[in-house]
């Protein structure tokens, strides 16, 4: 059992493994993109899709990354004595 004073570890390397996947996971979405191109015809429905899902991700990444060096920031000034 931790003590009432034990700092908690926050999952920041399984956050950074699930940014990675994400910048990953748009570019599978830019390889079907691609793909969906080169068909004739062209499946608009399933491009405006592969657009949405990569549109998401994009936003969610942004706001990972952007959570991921705030924390490193706080932590930096904090074992620097800036805070």
Known sequence: MKSPGSPIALPIDYASDLAIEMHLMRGECSDIARTIMDQTPVDFDTLQECALLDEAL????????????????SRDRRQHGDD
């Not at 994009?58 to 920031?73: D, E, G, P, W």
């Open 58 to 73: 994009a936003r969610a990444h942004s706001i990972l990354i952007t959570a991921l060096r705030n924390v490193k920031a």
